[in-house]
């Protein structure tokens, strides 16, 4: 027996090849799954959707990632931007050590 993977058809009629296009597609399906899987919990879907939107990513040229995001973001994406670690000890703004930052912020 032998598996065949089902390809999901390709959207021809519309602007077709424009990966964003292609993205926007692919995250419905993707957004309609995740929904799907988990009921009311916002949480898990929001882990869902990060999960098939990163895989999505890793396939697009990087110029087009911010791109991609924006329409991730309409589909419940959440990229958690926090703020970027920093060493304890060096500054948030600059990450240069807090003793010889010239941000002005410390004491
Ligand atoms: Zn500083």
């Known amino acids: 027996m032998e598996m065949v993977m089902t390809v999901p058809t390709k959207h021809t009629a519309t602007r077709a090849g424009d990966p964003l296009s292609i993205f926007r597609e692919q995250l ?5 799954r995740a929904q799907r899987g988990c009921g009311l919990s916002d949480a898990l879907f929001v882990e869902r959707i990060n999960a098939e939107v990163t895989g999505m990513m890793e396939k697009l040229p990087d110029e087009l990632r911010g791109a991609a995001a924006e329409i991730a973001y309409e589909f419940g994406y959440d990229d958690g931007e926090e703020e970027p ?12 050590a807090e003793h010889c930052c010239p941000c002005g912020r410390h004491p």
Request: glycine share 12%; with cysteine.
């Open 85 to 96: 670690y920093h060493e304890p000890g060096t500054c948030f703004l600059t990450g240069i």
């Open 28 to 32: 419905e399906i993707a957004a309609d």
